[in-house]
Each structure stands twice: as C-alpha cells, then as structure tokens.
C-alpha cells in the first residue's frame, strides 16, 4: 500500500468543501496543494482561504502532478469515473459519500484501489465524532453488556422536498434521497454492529414535486447484524431534529446524538429502592450536562471551529491521513454500507412511471435563475400566458417535466458572455433572477455584481427588448419606523451594509448606468418577502431561524411586514415585461400592509395546528454581538475579509420602515391581493408544511 499521502486536492468547491478544507488545515503533515472545479471563480475563492493551486479540470490536475490524493467533492453521479481516473493516476481517494450509486461501482473503486496499490476511503464523517469513538468503546469494552437492539435515526427537514430547488442530483430520482441520506445511518450500523441482513422498507408521509411525482418524505428500514435488530428511520418533514444513535443492551442503553457530539449512557445502578429512580435521573442529567460543557468549552476554545459537524470532519481527516489504516472509512467498509443501501432499494415498491411530456419549445422569453423558488412561479406564469420558456440553470434538469413543451432548460455558465449571447438569440425579454452569496465583498463585485453587468452586456449585443433586473429591499436603510419608502427613496450609506444589500445595490446601479449611456433597455423589480406557493417556511426575512420549530424575530416582530405573494410577484413581473413605460424604472413589488411577523406565525398555528416558538430579538444586543465576532474573526482569525454591518444594518433587518407600492399599481396596474383572510390562505394553503 501507498505511503501516507501529504499533498491534497479538493475536486469539487462547493458547499462541502469548506468542511474538508478545515479539517485538513487542521491536520499535522497534510497541506492543500490543489483545488480543482469547472466553475474558476469557485475554486479561486476556496484557494484564497486555503490556499492551493486553481485548475478547471481534473486532467491539468493530474498532468501537473499536485497532489498525492484528492477528496472526491463533486455530485454523487460523477464520483465513480472521478475516483478511477485518479486511483489509475496513483492517486489515493477520499469520495464523499455517498461514494457511488450502487454496490456494483463501489466494488469497481476498491477493486481499481487494490490492482493499483492506493487506498480508496469513504466520506463517513460521523464516524469521526469524538462522542462516537467513546460509543465503539463502550461497545468493545461490554460497558453495555450484550447489544440486542440499535434504533438510529436520521429526523431533520429537508428543505429541497417542499421548496426546492427541484434540479438538484438528490431530487432527480427517488433512489436518491436514501443514497444521499442513508449512508449516515448505515455507516454506524456496519462499523458498529457487522454487515446488515435488510428485511423490510417502508416508505410513508408522500409530498406531490412539480410535474406531478412524488417522493417519501419518510422510510423506515428493519435489519439485522447477527442477533442484533437494527431500525433506520429516515424523517424529512420539518421536525424537531433527532440524528441519534441508541443502542440497548444487557448492562446498559447509550444515547449518540451526533448532530451535537453528546454521549449518554443509562445503567442500572445498586442504590435501594426509593433512592434508585432518583439516583438514575441525576446521572443522566449530571451527563447531560457533561456534555453539554465539554461541547460548550471545545467551541468557545476553538472560535466555534470545533463545532460538533466539524468535529466529524477533523476526525475523519486525522483517521485516514494519520495511519490511513482505520477500518471506519475503509473501501471494504464502505462496500458493505453500499451493500445493504442497494438491499434496502430492491424492496421499494414498484410506482407508476411519471408522465413524459415531449415537444419542441420555441422559447422568447429567458429565465436565469428559473429553477428557483420565483423562477419556477415566474416560469409557469409565463407559460400560462402563452410563451415558451428558456431557463438557464446550473444543469439540463429543471422542474417542469409536466410542460416540457413549452420550457427548455439550457446550462449556461455565467462566466461566458459569448454563451449568454448565443442563449439570448431569438429571445424578446430576459430575467435576470440570479443572485451570488459571498463572503467578501472583493468575491460580491466578481461572481454577483460582475455577473449582472455581463448578462447586461449579453443582452445589449444580443438585442433583447428588454432586461428585467431582480434587486431587493434589503438595500434601502429600513431602521426609522417613520419613514415610508417609494422608488424615489435612496439606499443611504450602502457601504455600511451587510454583503448581499450592498451587492445588490451595486448591480443596480451599473445596469442602471448601462442603461443612461447605452441604452440597455432595463426594468428593475425589488421584492419585498415573498411567501407563498411551494416558499420555504423558514423564511430568513422574518426572522434567524433555530431549527423548524423556533425562529427569533427581528425586533418584537409587531411592526407590518412588507410581505409580497409569490403569485402576485409574477404578475408584476410579466406586467413589466408587457408595459413600455415600465423601461428605466424600478419597482418595489410589495403587497398591501396587513401583516406582522408575530400575525404570519398566528396564522400557522391557526391553520395547522402547530404553535411555533417564536421569541423577541433585540437588534442591538444582535449588533453587539456582531460586533465581538468581527472582532474575532479580524484579529484572533486573521479574516482582513470579515464585514461589520452597522446597527441601522441589524435594525433594517426588521423591516421597520413602511413601503409604498403605488407605483407599480398605477404603471403595471399590479393589484396585489388586498384581502386579508384570501392572503393568509394564499400565503400558507399551497405549502406542504409539517409533512402535509
């Protein structure tokens, strides 16, 4: 077998890669050598926080000879050729889980591992927990005496399923959602308790995906290991969260809750009767909050790097970069849990096979940003009134199989203003509903404001009719509740504004700019919060959110809300598009005034029975506690990049100024729903909201 491997490469710089690039900086004798993505200014950025050299191809990658393994990072359905062209490089592996899509590809990965002398690891990063190491000891040592059952549960909303986006590699096929989920669950039965006989599935809780399909938001799987009855629950309605590990056994039951690190044990004890109920209580709160302060001091120690999920992952990184012998992550590890995937996959009922709609679109309108929550309102809205779509997305898969007839979904980088250009021809009006979510303002000006100029451009050699610019309310100064805010009212000190105002500030006002000089014929749209149709529950305009079941307003949370319906947003939105004297103006598409944050939660218990916990946030304790953390992240963390918003910044937040949405009214003629009770029922009946 290879030597421990020194010089690493990310494939692969999206979400998931922060975390493994973490973990490996806190490695010893490990360095990031390279990052490699399609997209250059992702792989830029990642590089810019940990270093590396920036490649777009895996084939420069190996060419260049950078690194001695690679963290395989990509979408599940491009790890397999992915693994074997490195593992035929001499390239040790690591492939996120799930590592493949069947048993079959992981055994064609550790086969390629062994005929080329490298090791093949699994991403299994739970198994790295601290907490969960104490378990397999408990395990090994008979703390628990003989284990004759294991409950584990993965229960934890999963948003894409109500809300989207419905292009995504988990949402394409129903297989999928236990392929990318089931592999944490499976992982701790096979490491803990031996390969798993699987001997029923049961799906439940079905929620309808644009288009007409379909998909469980809850599985229940029955195994074995030996003597040992092991259930999977799988839950993704929006529920309390529960990612547990109970084990039973002779001498004892363990609880793992390895979303937050904790490990309690429940032992008999020898205390007499009356005294032995309470001696059992005390001992587990005594290891509840244990714990709790062992959690509490790693986080604070470490400025919060040590979280309980990066915890996995340095636990993960140190096992197979240390010795690299670690059966937890080992390729015949991970082709035993794949093993019983594939097993708990062949008892899924059999389902109609969903309609197929075929035709050929002849598209005059462009939608980027189509496959997301206003994007696919929008693109319906459009389709409705007659017009063939063409939306741009990250891939060719959008959720429109039911009008495939009338909407194309084309992927086209935004980088490239020759492809944007070429995806414009023959197209009347173009939505821009793209939005970039940086983390410096020097990454802001490049992959959002950067991108809206160059769609710009697009649009002026392409000869749209018109280019319709999605901004936000977020950039004007909200903090005074005594100002009522019209187009005519300026954004204010922008520069002193949290990172996704300011941006799109700035994106207004070069368009508009392009617009003055160039003549871009240009419509600018700010929506206020919009909920409705198949939204998030958890919308972040209302509140910072812990959990499904608990949100903190901003403010008390009795101010009127500037609330918008996703269905009235289109409205305006084609009105822009069909009305000339909409050019060169900018709209802010709010709904009547009716609502507070603390009336919208009253509606939810009302209507569905279900009584949120909603608390009082105050702006200024917020700003102040802000504050410390820049301060952390500047001076203990060396982050020159971190952003200070100000506390007018915070109080905006709360949407404390009132909107004045006549302008749209009297040039669109927009009539946004006036009705309260109709607006409460637009606003909540369309969710699929608590599993419903």
């Not at 992927?411 to 197209?427: F, R, S």
């Not at 100000?646 to 040039?667: C, E, G, I, Q």
Request: overall charge neutral.
């Amino acid at each position: 077998m290879s030597t421990m491997s020194k010089r690493i490469g990310l494939i692969g710089a999206g979400y998931i890669a922060d975390w493994h690039a973490e973990a490996l900086k806190a490695t010893p004798g490990v360095e990031i050598a390279a990052i490699c993505d399609r997209s250059a200014s992702a792989a830029e950025a990642l590089a810019a926080r940990y270093g590396g050299r920036v490649f777009t191809s895996v084939e420069d990658m190996l060419a260049a000879g950078a690194c001695d393994a690679v963290h395989i990072l990509t979408p599940p359905d491009a790890h397999k050729p992915i693994a074997l062209h490195c593992l035929a490089a001499g390239l040790d592996v690591l492939v996120e889980k799930p590592v493949a899509l069947s048993a079959a590809d992981t055994r064609a990965i550790e086969d390629a591992a062994q005929a080329h002398g490298r090791r093949f690891w699994a991403g299994h990063n739970f198994l790295g927990l601290p907490s969960y190491e104490r378990l397999k000891r408990q395990v090994a040592d008979g703390t628990l005496g003989r284990v004759s059952e294991a409950q584990i549960s993965w229960a934890l909303p999963l948003a894409p399923l109500r809300s989207g986006p419905y292009g995504l590699w988990l949402m394409r096929d129903l297989r999928n959602l236990l392929l990318e989920l089931g592999p944490h669950p499976f992982s701790f039965a096979v490491d803990l308790l031996g390969p798993l006989d699987v001997v029923s599935l049961v799906t439940g809780q079905e929620i309808a995906l644009p288009g007409a399909e379909t998909r469980p938001q809850s599985w229940r799987i029955l195994a074995r290991a030996g003597d040992v009855d092991v259930t999977i629950t799988l839950s993704m309605v929006e529920t309390v969260d529960d990612r547990s590990v109970t084990l039973r056994g002779s001498s004892g039951m363990a609880r793992l809750d390895y979303a937050a690190d904790t490990l309690v044990t429940n032992r008999d004890n020898t205390a007499d009767l009356v005294l032995n109920p309470l001696r059992k209580q005390l001992g587990q709160a005594g290891a509840h909050l244990r714990e709790g302060l062992r959690n509490a001091g790693a986080q604070v120690a470490s400025l919060n790097r040590k979280s309980p999920y990066g915890q996995s992952f340095r636990g993960m990184t140190r096992a197979i970069h240390g010795t690299g012998e670690d059966t937890r992550f080992s390729g015949a590890t991970a082709l035993r849990i794949m093993e019983a995937i594939d097993a708990s996959l062949t008892l899924l009922p059999a389902r109609p096979a969903p309609a197929i709609v075929t035709g050929t679109p002849s598209p005059d309108v462009m939608v980027i940003g189509g496959t997301g929550y206003i994007g696919r309102t929008l693109t319906r809205a459009l389709v409705a009134k007659g017009h063939d779509v063409r939306v741009v997305s990250r891939g060719r898969h959008g959720p429109f199989p039911d009008i495939a007839d009338h909407v194309e979904t084309v992927p086209v980088a935004l980088e490239d203003t020759a492809a944007l250009v070429a995806a414009m021809q023959g197209i009347g009006t173009v939505y821009n509903l793209a939005k970039s979510m940086d983390t410096t303002w020097e990454a802001a000006l490049k992959n959002d404001v950067g991108t809206a100029v160059r769609i710009g451009e697009a649009a002026l050699e392409a000869g749209v009719r018109r280019l319709i610019y999605t901004g936000t309310i977020a950039s004007y100064d909200m903090s005074d509740p005594k100002a009522v805010i019209t187009e005519a009212t300026g954004f204010g000190d922008i520069a002193a504004r949290n990172l996704y105002a300011r941006s799109k500030a700035e994106c207004e006002r070069q368009l508009m700019e392009m617009h003055r000089t160039r003549g871009l014929p240009l419509v600018i749209a700010r929506p206020g919060i919009v909920v409705g149709g198949d939204g998030p529950l958890q919308h972040w305009g209302i509140g910072r959110w812990h959990g499904a079941g608990a949100v903190k307003l901003w403010g008390n949370g009795r101010n009127i809300l500037p609330f918008v319906l996703v269905d009235d947003l289109s409205e305006a939105l084609i009105a822009m598009m069909e009305t000339e004297a909409a050019v060169g103006q900018s709209f802010n598409l709010t709904g009547e005034p009716m609502l507070t944050g603390r009336d919208y939660f009253d509606a939810i218990h009302q209507r569905f029975g279900a009584r949120l916990r909603v608390t009082s946030g105050s702006l200024t304790a917020m700003w102040l506690a802000g504050g410390v953390k820049y301060g952390l992240k500047r001076y203990a963390l060396g982050r020159k990049d971190a952003v200070c918003p100000s506390l007018a910044d915070w109080r905006s937040r709360a949407h404390l100024a009132r909107f004045d949405n006549s302008l749209a009214k009297s040039v669109l003629d927009w009539r946004p729903e006036a009705d309260r009770q109709a607006f409460v029922a637009r606003a909540l009946d369309a969710k699929a909201l608590f599993g419903l």
